[in-house]
């Protein structure tokens, strides 16, 4: 994925189905928001988005994804812990209060995408840590702020970086947002940085997948050993937000947002 590459426009039949699509990612994520609780495992969150996917009769755009080169990704949800950055995988691990949890999900209907991103606190989270939250979730709006026919791809990463670094956080370069349609990942890719007025020009139709990675402490990234999570390099705390967004003639249309989501 790369600048150069081309962005498809999607049809009208093709929104309609990424907006079915985006609004059952955004009301499952809303039912996965209330379990959060201490005493919850990663795990028992992936089983109850495993069942609803299964009661709306929609697919998972996660549990099987084959980026290449790596073992395909076993769940159906991510769920990335404190310092975990992005696509921690859920097990074993107990939620205990004062946590913050990254959940990531997708589905799709009649092969379009829909994808979003949430961070959560357990309970109680400190003043400081909540500042990494609220940052982050506003460098997604400004990202988003930035999806105007006729501005340039690299206008929505420069707004989401200028938010952050207003602060003493880092975006993380590592990983981007992405195009989505009938693939989870279409170009461009969408880094979370960079010099404005670059690279090509939104138009009405395309669908981009918006999240930034914001870390407390530096930018630096390192892979578990299970070659899916991602960590900060330095063990500061890490939040994602994600939506999926459609440019118009006029504000862009959320289509992973309802009424109480992020
Ligand atoms: N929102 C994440 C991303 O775009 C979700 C990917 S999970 C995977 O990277 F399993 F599908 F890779
Ligand atoms: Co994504």
């Known amino acids: 994925m790369a600048f150069g590459e081309q962005i498809q426009i999607k049809t009208r039949r093709e929104i309609e189905l990424m907006r079915e699509a985006a609004r059952n990612v955004a009301e499952i994520l809303l039912e996965l928001r209330g379990l959060v609780v201490a005493g919850v495992s990663t795990a028992e969150l992936d089983q109850h988005a495993a069942r609803a996917i299964e009661e709306r009769g929609v697919e998972s755009s996660f ?3 084959d980026p290449g080169g790596l073992p395909s990704y076993p769940a159906v949800l991510c769920v990335s812990v404190n310092d975990e ?3 921690g995988i859920p097990g074993s691990r107990v939620l205990k209060e004062g946590d913050i949890v990254g959940l990531d999900f997708g589905v799709s209907v009649e092969g379009y ?3 979003s991103a949430v961070t959560v606190p357990v309970g109680e989270i400190r003043p400081e840590v909540q500042k990494l939250l609220d940052v982050t979730r506003d460098s997604l709006d400004r990202g988003v ?3 105007q026919a006729g501005n340039r791809l690299s206008d929505i990463g420069h707004a989401v970086q200028e938010r952050v670094e207003k602060e003493e956080f880092s975006v993380v370069r590592t990983f981007a947002g ?3 349609g009938s693939k989870l990942h ?3 890719w969408i880094p979370n940085y960079g010099a404005p007025s670059r ?3 939104l138009l009405p139709g395309m669908v981009l997948a918006i999240e930034p990675m914001v870390n407390a402490g530096g930018p630096g990234v390192r892979m578990l050993d299970d070659e899916w999570t991602a960590v900060t390099e330095d063990g500061s705390l890490s939040a994602h937000f994600e939506h999926t967004v459609l440019v118009t ?3 862009p249309e959320v289509l992973t947002r309802i009424p109480g989501s992020h």
């Open 113 to 115: 995408h829909g994808d």
């Open 178 to 180: 992405h195009g989505i």
């Open 63 to 65: 549990k099987g994804y």
């Open 186 to 188: 279409e170009p461009p």
């Open 145 to 147: 702020g930035a999806v």
């Open 199 to 201: 690279g090509p020009r």
């Open 85 to 87: 950055i992005v696509h």
């Open 249 to 251: 003639e006029g504000d």
